[in-house]
């Protein structure tokens, strides 16, 4: 029951941030969300750890939980650097494709388009992001896979919040371009689209939504 309980908190407090009813920065006091879901302050505390180990919120000590504030000048510059590594990933899977890597980035985008289908955003964008580290991951560089992963949960939150389901379509389009050149072994045209993949997904996140509030009843309301 207690599972089910933090599952439904840390749901209920995602759609929150993700549909920016939440403002990045708004603190979540945990008194206020014990009452808001009538269970104890421990349920909402393992909720709020959850939430901090998907980059969501951030806990500050003697200060608590925020909704978790990434600026768009940091996000720019997240997608400036993996403009950068992932030309040369790309260049490098080349070097050592199989059908058996095609058929598992497939299989990948095949998840995508699902979870783009069913409306889960949150599902949707971190299978989005993974598609990069997947890559890396095939090409058996567990570094490269590392720093990947973390680049992309930099940008996660704000990607959240800002990417349209219209963008996501967009983007497992993309992917599914990006395989079938390096499934044809075509380098130049391989590094242009993932070059021209990462502009459009910076491009397409809008930073004029409604001001949302910070006020947690009414933003769970």
């Known amino acids: 029951m207690e599972n089910s309980t933090t599952?439904?908190?840390?749901?209920?407090?995602?759609?929150a941030i993700v549909e920016h009813r939440l403002l990045p920065g708004a603190?979540?006091?945990?008194?206020?969300l014990a009452s808001?879901?009538?269970?104890?302050?421990?349920l909402i505390r393992q909720a709020l750890f959850q939430l901090?180990?998907?980059k969501l919120i951030r806990m500050e000590p003697a200060r608590g939980a925020f909704v978790a504030a990434p600026s768009v000048q940091e996000a720019q510059q997240v997608f400036a650097v993996r403009r950068m590594i992932e030309a040369e990933m790309v260049r490098g899977f080349l070097k050592e494709v199989t059908p058996a890597k095609i058929n598992a980035l497939k299989a990948h985008i095949k998840q995508e388009r699902e979870a783009v289908h069913q409306e889960d955003v949150s599902e949707r964008t971190e299978l989005l992001g993974d598609f990069h580290v997947r890559m890396a991951e095939l090409m058996g560089n567990q570094v490269l896979a590392e720093i990947l992963g973390e680049l992309i949960s930099r940008c996660a939150l704000i990607t959240l919040m800002y990417q349209?389901?219209?963008a996501?379509?967009?983007s497992t389009a993309e992917h599914e371009d990006i395989v079938d050149a390096l499934a044809a072994k075509d380098e130049a045209l391989a590094v242009q689209l993932m070059n021209e993949h990462l502009i459009h997904v910076e491009a397409s996140l809008t930073f004029?939504?409604?001001i949302p509030t910070h006020d947690i009843a009414l933003a769970l309301a």
């Open 7 to 15: 599952f439904t908190i840390v749901e209920a407090l995602t759609r």
């Open 27 to 32: 603190k979540l006091a945990e008194q206020k």
């Open 36 to 42: 808001h879901f009538g269970v104890s302050r421990t």
């Open 52 to 54: 901090s180990q998907n």
């Open 164 to 166: 349209s389901r219209h």
């Open 168 to 170: 996501a379509e967009h």
């Open 208 to 210: 004029d939504r409604k």
